[in-house]
């Protein structure tokens, strides 16, 4: 079972998740059984850097490695962009130690939405 990307019929269930969702250019779902139990999506932000956005898996889903299989999902999507050697992503405080369990480190951020995490990736040219 993987993230299919994302359709506009998501959207109500997708809120009921996350209200304040604005689905990245680059959006993928995790549905089981009709029920969309995370999502996560990605914009690149330059050449060579992308971010991770709108990341979140339901509160009854957690701990059951759903995030982590879609984050190297999505990891995989943005190696598939080419040229891309970093990736960004913004986590709330209650994501502390998600990324950074993901092969990602936590910058110094005086950012109000949340802490900054980088992950450098491998380019093959």
Known sequence: MDPRPYQPTDLPACKAILPTLEAPTHF????????ILAFGGYE???????QIKQY???PDWRCQGIGRYLILYLLKQI????????????????LDGF????????????STSGRIYTKKLTVCT
């Open 99 to 110: 990324f950074e369990k993901q092969g990602f480190r936590p910058l110094p951020s005086s």
């Open 56 to 58: 979140m898996v339901h």
């Open 79 to 94: 190696s598939a962009e080419g040229n891309i050697a970093e990736v960004r992503a913004i986590a709330s405080s209650d």
């Open 44 to 50: 690149i932000t330059s050449p060579t850097s992308a």
């Open 28 to 35: 993928h779902v995790f549905e089981h059984n009709g029920e």
